[in-house]
């Protein structure tokens, strides 16, 4: 288990290492809804990381059964969707009779240049319509719980603000996110090497990129209900990430619920975990069910 948590700081040791059809679908004989199916890299899109873990539970129903899709952490340059094995069967007690997937999607490569944000936002938008679109075959709503950790979080969060067009995602949590670039760039050396590399160029000659790729620009007071947690003491990315995201949240009477966790840094406890998990279900049933 110790090495499962490990997967979701994976941010921090990178960092520290490195300085529309409309047409109503038939039910596909293979994705019986009387049984949990398990579809493992399940391919999205033509390049090899736009993948998806799939999982669905048994007696689901194309009314009824909503999505919470996972999106990993690792500073948009590392990490993979098996991260969120370590809490599944967690958040399979607490969203009781959700269907669940976990993304890969395109890492940036800091030594190549390739792979540049905004790839990973059109991957999490690519793999969210392929959801929308296999819904009724795999026999659950096209209704979304969106979530990740850290550079996941962010993902998470942008997502839900910015490109939910269609309102298909109808909540968002996050853990520890990075929620505006502009004052994220500058916390240490690491951080502003890995931004700037990531959005070729600082606030100044990129400022677009970096207003485009901050989840709190995006926030209005019709933005979805939002869960995030965060550690007071984080060295990786700050609290006052969260902070900021909560008072724009406030600043638009968005629905949310939060936790800040006295000392913890990019990271909690398992036992943490399992009640932010708990919490976070608890709020999201409540605002969209």
């Known amino acids: 288990m110790k090495k499962h948590l490990v997967l979701l700081s994976v941010w921090s040791i990178w960092c520290f290492i490195l300085l529309g059809c409309n047409e109503v679908e038939e039910i596909d004989p293979s994705l019986d809804t009387s049984v949990s199916v398990e579809m493992v890299d399940e391919i999205y899109g033509s390049h090899p990381r736009q993948a998806m873990d799939v999982y669905l539970p048994s007696g689901r129903s194309s009314e009824d059964t909503k999505v919470l899709v996972w999106i990993h952490g690792g500073a948009w340059t590392d990490g993979d969707k098996s991260e969120f094995v370590a809490f599944k069967e967690r958040f399979e007690q607490s969203f009781e009779g959700y269907a669940f997937v976990s993304l890969n999607y395109r890492l940036f490569n800091i030594n190549t240049g390739s792979n540049r944000f905004p790839n990973q936002e059109e991957d999490v938008l690519e793999a969210i319509a392929y959801i929308k679109t296999n819904a009724s075959k795999w026999g659950v709503a096209p209704e979304i719980v969106i979530a990740g950790a850290s550079a996941g979080g962010h993902l998470a969060l942008l997502h839900a603000y910015k490109n939910n067009t269609d309102r298909s995602v109808k909540a968002v949590l ?22 700037e590399a990531l959005h070729g160029g600082s606030p100044t ?38 902070q900021l995201l909560e008072q724009t949240l406030k600043n638009n009477n968005v629905p949310m619920s939060h936790r800040y966790v006295q000392g913890a840094q990019h990271g909690f406890s398992f036992a943490v975990y399992v009640e932010m998990i708990a919490q976070a279900a608890e709020f999201i049933k409540a605002q969209i069910d």
């Open 174 to 195: 996050a853990f520890f996110p990075p929620t505006d670039f502009p004052s994220f760039h500058g916390f240490n050396l690491i951080t502003t090497l890995l931004i």
């Open 205 to 242: 000659n990129q400022a677009q990129r970096y207003i485009d790729s901050s989840p709190v620009n995006h926030i209005e007071n019709t933005s979805v209900p939002t869960v995030f947690f965060h550690g007071t003491a984080d060295n990786v990315v700050p609290i006052q990430q969260s």
